[in-house]
T-cell receptor, first 114, second 115 residues
């Protein structure tokens, strides 16, 4: 079956522009996570959705970052007024929603802010 | 608050030797623990998990991990390393309480297996 997909795969933008990153989770997965991975580094938790609500937004780095999820499916991560330090790979993961479940990761979106 | 630590940025092992990648955690109550692997230019893949039961968990590609409650550790092991095991390994933890408890990852350990 189809896995988690993310688009675009690569995004190059200029400092100060807004960007939207999209995640399509596996059908039926109620939990959706966004992480950020800087070059060769660890995964930084950003936000987590259960259904359409976000119980934990504690990882969002600043108010320039926001995310939404609609219909319990697609999620969009928006970064406003991008800065060079926002450059990273943004990873999305979904799971069926039970706390014992494994994460299924998308391929990521590589964001480069010039 | 829950946390997970991988104290080694890099582990170097000769092919055929045993390998260990360390992970320690902090969580209220009994933890759910996971290992994931990221091969170059590929997405993160699940390796194994501990939920309950036997402290020794076996996973993909011949890897296993041992849950040690007293030491709050979940080290990843393999008896005989392969060059193809070279990758970035992440430990992850989730607490058992509250539907809002999130899964968090360690900083990663780069495993390098030399021929």
């Amino acid at each position: 079956g189809a896995g988690v997909s993310q688009s675009p795969s690569n995004k190059v933008t200029e400092k100060g522009k807004d960007v939207e990153l999209r995640c399509d989770p596996i059908s039926g997965h109620t939990a959706l996570y966004w992480y950020r991975q800087s070059l060769g580094q660890g995964l930084e938790f950003l936000i987590y959705f259960q259904g359409n609500s976000a119980p934990d937004k504690s990882g969002l780095p600043s108010d320039r970052f926001s995310a939404e999820r609609t219909g319990g499916s697609v999620s969009t991560l928006t970064i406003q007024r991008t800065q060079q330090e926002d450059s990273a790979v943004y990873l999305c993961a979904s799971n069926p929603g039970d706390r014992t479940d494994t994460q299924y990761f998308g391929p990521g979106t590589r964001l480069t802010v010039l | 608050a829950q946390s997970v630590a991988q104290p080694e940025d890099q582990v170097n092992v000769a092919e055929g030797n045993p390998l260990t990648v360390k992970c320690t955690y902090s969580v209220s109550g009994n933890p759910y623990l996971f290992w994931y692997v990221q091969y170059p230019n590929r997405g993160l893949q699940f390796l194994l998990k501990y939920i309950t039961g036997d402290n020794l968990v076996k996973g993909s590609y011949g890897f296993e991990a041992e849950f040690n409650k007293s030491q709050t550790s979940f080290h990843l092991k393999k008896p005989s390393a392969l060059v193809s095991d070279s990758a970035l390994y992440f430990c992850a933890v989730r607490g058992p309480y509250s539907s809002a408890s999130k899964i968090i990852f360690g900083s990663g350990t780069r495993l390098s297996i030399r021929p």
